[in-house]
């Protein structure tokens, strides 16, 4: 029986170490490229796995049975073999509701700001609509988008940090590193 994390790059995982302290030994990091995943999924000894970057659609598609939640989500970031069949989950809701209530925040007819345009951020939106929250999305300017693209996005997040709001705004990453990205970019 073989458990572990799927990845593209994992060199910065904690997840052996953690697992091992729970007593699962049997945990190993599997970092794949893209045209090993189909092989990958097919491995017997494979018992569950976690998912992250980039592979957490293409391991919903590799499911044989998605859980209705992560069907809405997009993504899975858990699967666990049953019956030799992949069960995929996605986790990350369950973690990201559970923070919300730990914290006391209640975000019920609050106006949200997802930072992001990630799976991650997927399963951040799905959570608060079910919670009631009205969300938008503000998207991360990435490198691979055009000039005019990150004059948008700039343009958006300057009428967002002018606007007052009575709003959680919830991102994925520190918002002081996003705040300086943005701040950064002399063209724009």
Sequence with gaps: MKFGLLGRTLG???????????GNTNYELFEREPSQLQEFFAHPELQGINITIPYKVNAL???DVVDPRAERIGCVNTMV???????GYNTDYDGFVFTLNYAG????DKECIILGDGASSATVHVALEDLGAKTSFIYLV??????????????????????????CILTIQ???????????????
């Excluded at 910065?12 to 729970?22: E, G, Q, T």
């Excluded at 073999?81 to 069960?87: A, C, E, Q, V």
């Excluded at 693209?149 to 700039?154: D, F, L």
């Excluded at 918002?175 to 950064?184: A, K, M």
């Design 142 to 167: 990435r490198r691979r988008h055009s000039m005019v693209m990150r004059q948008t996005i700039m343009k958006q997040l300057r009428l967002l940090l002018t606007v007052p709001l009575s709003a």
């Design 12 to 22: 910065h995982s904690f997840s052996p170490r953690i697992h091992s302290a729970l």
């Design 61 to 63: 598609e590799a499911c």
């Design 81 to 87: 073999r049953k019956d030799g069949k992949w069960h």
């Design 174 to 188: 520190p918002i002081s590193s996003i705040l300086r990205s943005f701040l950064n970019w002399k063209a724009l």
């Design 105 to 108: 925040i209640d975000v019920s």
